[in-house]
């Protein structure tokens, strides 16, 4: 009896010697341009050629500008970044989704968007929130520089077996909760390191009910509570959402392929390491109310006083609410917030933008809030304007910016300026994470949307006609 994680590991085992890792081959490495120059210069002067050119695919997403005023890269290191990697692509012949060319966007909405990210796959980037592609059933993960230059060379990794964990959600989702509240739930109850050494596969109902969007939200996450990544077993939802994408297979070679990934799914019996469950069923928005994606509350909720909170857990909630210049028992409700930042590798999906979209819809952003809605790829950029959400989004007072990753890190020209607070649909609210001495409130992409309409952190079921007075 095995697990989904242990079925994909086993068959991608290319050597196995006792008190070694693995030698692991990966079926596909995706690229950015943050992690991957030292790699492709390594491989020049060894003098090795690529692996193979078909399983690795580039894009440019940390550093772009996403202004639509211009498009010249200002930083001279996020400029070089970028014109290296291109000068890489060109010399290895490796694959690159470059601004303008109507696919470029965040690396881990691309994949999975061209149909390239399948079940039972080994997917690797130099990039933590690998893990994304998890919700495809795949084994995903985040490696370093040096790790990225041996899958280019090699087409493998040394790697030792994980741990397995189950998460199993269930009972029904409540109105005006969405993924982001799940994983950040989950989160909360296990801490940042509950899943250390371990791989997670989410289960139960409550997952099968969730889109493939959704479910990309919640591996995204997967590596805020520590876990090497998340997935979830591929069913019918999986298989509709890939059929007819760009990399996808076509034809009888279409039926073969449900056919292979139909058994990457955990045995009856399976034992796991560790399991974990949650019921939904009473769930509200959350909202983090510190410097870490544990540090989370409802929004019905109070900032808690450290003196109440386990004592390996009160030095670092101090250090947080001295940062975030919030007061134990103040609610998380009512706080002020500058900016709003809806975006990222976690929430960019076309699905995120209708989600906000419906909150802003016939209402104004606050006056003194500034509001960036950043797409996540080149075609949802694309198709939310053929659907109107962009004009949604302008018509509100908000900036309907091009695809990137944009205000999710200080690594590129949209940031959250010293001391400002921003309501945020990114992944990590880690000090400084959205620009030096910024506040990161993290939550979904509708309760960002509200508190960008009322200029503060708000039950986003008000606005959605609950009654939550």
């Not at 400084?432 to 979904?444: N, W």
Request: proline fraction near 6%.
């Amino acid at each position: 009896m095995n697990t989904i994680i242990e079925k994909i590991w086993d068959h991608h085992v290319v050597e196995q010697r006792h008190g070694f890792p693995d030698i692991l081959a990966i079926d596909l490495h995706l690229v950015h341009e943050v992690t991957s120059p030292q790699a492709f210069q390594a491989l020049k002067e060894k003098g090795l050629p690529l692996w193979d050119s078909h399983r690795t695919l580039a894009t440019v997403d940390h550093n772009v500008p996403t202004q639509r005023e211009g498009t010249f890269i200002h930083n001279p290191i996020s400029r070089h970044q970028i014109e290296t990697l291109r000068q890489h692509c060109h010399s290895f012949g490796v694959p690159l989704l470059d601004r303008g060319s109507g696919r470029q966007g965040i690396v881990h909405v691309v994949g999975p968007e061209l149909g390239l990210t399948q079940p039972g796959m080994t997917i690797v980037c130099g990039d933590s929130h690998t893990s994304t592609h998890g919700a495809f059933g795949a084994l995903a993960f985040g490696i370093g520089t040096s790790e990225v230059a041996h899958v280019l060379a090699t087409g493998c990794l040394l790697q030792k077996k994980p741990k397995t964990m189950r998460v199993t959600f269930h009972g029904a989702i409540p109105a005006g909760v969405s993924a982001k509240d799940i994983i950040l739930a989950l989160i909360r109850q296990i801490g940042v390191d509950g899943g250390t050494g371990h791989v997670i596969e989410y289960c139960g109902e409550s997952v099968r009910r969730l889109s493939m969007e959704q479910r990309m939200t919640i591996c995204n996450m997967s590596i805020e509570c520590g876990a090497r990544a998340g997935l979830v077993a591929p069913d019918d939802v999986t298989f509709a959402y890939l059929q007819g994408r760009a990399g996808a297979p076509k034809g009888d070679h279409w039926k073969q392929a449900v056919r292979h990934w139909s058994q990457f799914v955990s045995d009856n019996g399976a034992i796991y390491d560790k399991e974990v469950s949650i019921s939904l069923e009473q769930l509200v928005p959350m909202v983090t109310w510190g410097i870490n994606p544990e540090q989370t509350i409802g929004i019905d909720a109070c900032v808690p006083n450290p003196s109440d909170l386990p004592i390996q857990a009160r030095q670092m909630a101090e250090k947080a609410l001295d940062y975030v210049q919030l007061t134990p028992g103040q609610s998380i409700e009512g706080v002020p917030i500058d900016y709003v930042f809806i975006g990222s590798c976690t929430n960019a999906r076309l699905s995120d933008l209708r989600m906000a979209a419906a909150v802003m819809k016939d209402r104004e952003v606050a006056p003194g809030v500034r509001v960036l809605v950043v797409p996540g790829s080149e075609a949802i950029h694309r198709r939310a304007i053929e659907e109107g959400i962009a004009a949604t989004f302008i018509e509100a007072g908000a900036e309907y910016r091009l695809p990137g990753c944009s205000m999710c890190l200080a690594m590129n020209d949209d940031r959250v300026p010293p001391g400002m607070r921003c309501a945020s649909t990114s992944n990590r609210n880690f000090i400084g994470r959205q620009g030096p001495g910024a506040i990161t409130h993290l939550m979904s992409p509708a309760m960002a949307a509200a508190a960008a309409i009322t200029g503060c952190i708000t039950d986003v079921r008000r606005l959605l006609g609950g009654s939550h007075e």
